[in-house]
């Protein structure tokens, strides 16, 4: 009797184990098809999304198949830009920059931009360095423009308590990056880009 008793907790165990391990490895791989769960924007820069190691040295890698995650969860969990955490990690890292001193950035949904005090006297190879540091963050189709005139520093701190539909806020800005464009603003991105980032038919586009 006392055998029996035995060999019915060990069996009861066993299931109570292969549930226990059953619901873990489900977990598991809800969390391995839902990378974008991440509770902080810096979690993107310097930590690991699950929280175990928030060392920098680690790579990130991510691999997700369409079959495994339902069409309501892919629409809920696009992720978003963190415009604020964009202008941080850009004027960190220009601050990075030879003969940089201090940096102003404004992101907003399509453009980048960015004041900078330097000592440089090569004024067009600074505009570059800068340049490039803010398009090496940002996705591709944002426009950048820079500008070594400290004066406008204040402008576009004016525009952070903005928002992308607030009145007039585009023509606002336009009018700042008129002004930017009057300082130097590096060489162009590429063989049909200007030195923004703006593509020849963006740029008929831009006039009409």
Not at 173 to 199: A, F, H, L
């Amino acid at each position: 009797m006392i055998k029996k008793s035995f060999i019915v907790v060990g069996i009861g165990s066993i299931v109570a184990l292969t549930a226990c391990s059953n619901k873990m490895a489900e977990e598991d791989f809800r969390n391995s098809v839902s990378p974008a769960k991440v509770s902080s924007p810096s979690q993107i820069y310097d930590e690991d999304y699950r929280g175990v190691n928030k060392e920098q040295e680690d790579f990130g890698f991510i691999r997700l198949q369409k079959t495994a995650v339902d069409n309501k969860m892919t629409n809920t969990m696009t992720p978003g830009l963190d415009r604020e955490q964009l202008a941080d990690v850009i004027t960190r890292l220009s601050l990075q920059l030879p003969n940089i001193d201090d940096v102003s950035t404004l992101v907003t949904d399509e453009e980048v931009l960015v004041v900078y005090d330097t000592h440089s006297k090569d004024r067009i190879e600074s505009a570059d360095q800068v340049k490039k540091t803010a398009i090496s963050v940002v996705p591709r189709y944002y426009h950048v423009y820079v500008s070594d005139n400290t004066n406008l520093s204040q402008y576009i701190e004016n525009y952070s308590t903005l928002e992308t539909d607030s009145p007039n806020v585009q023509s606002m800005i336009d009018k700042t990056i008129q002004e930017m464009k009057k300082s130097p603003q590096g060489r162009d991105v590429g063989s049909y880009e200007d030195e923004n980032g703006v593509m020849q038919g963006e740029q008929m586009n831009m006039t009409k």
